[in-house]
């Protein structure tokens, strides 16, 4: 293959890579996902799991999230949940005798109300759930 025909090959395959870039910058430019919060005592269903968040309550030793779940039997209750604050993501606290109702096990048809324990925070905090691969978000 002589020299010319490999320079001209390259600058063919140079375009190709710019002209998929360009595309792939315009799709990006105009995804316009919105993040929806839901206020806090609003439902929201991920797969097969049906939640919503009761209450967040802000403590000096700790900060409490009341969550409702209904849909996989015997499913951990903590398991999913987040808890951001800031630039940080906090996962659930060990629950302590003290802190509310133990979450257990989730059922299909009974809703189980329970209380999430979080380290203590400051200033303006969402609670996410995550199942299923989507996430929902509550704020107060």
């Not at 609003?42 to 939640?51: H, Y």
């Not at 996962?91 to 380290?119: H, L, N």
């Amino acid at each position: 293959m002589s020299t010319r025909k490999l320079i001209l090959t390259a600058l063919v395959c140079g375009l190709a890579i710019m002209l998929a870039g360009g595309v792939k910058l315009f799709q990006t430019a105009n995804n316009d996902k919105k993040i929806e919060i839901l206020a806090v005592g609003q439902e929201a269903v991920l797969g097969d799991m049906t939640v919503s968040v009761k209450a967040i309550i802000q403590g000096d030793q700790e900060t409490i999230v009341t969550v409702q779940m209904m849909g996989v039997n015997g499913a951990d209750a903590r398991e999913g949940w987040r808890l951001l604050t800031g630039s940080t993501v906090l996962q659930p606290a060990k629950q302590t005798s003290q802190s509310g109702v133990s979450c257990g096990t989730v059922s299909v048809d009974i809703p189980v109300e329970c209380d999430v324990v979080f380290a203590p925070t400051t200033g303006r905090i969402t609670a996410a759930y995550l199942r299923s691969g989507l996430q929902k978000q509550w704020s107060k």
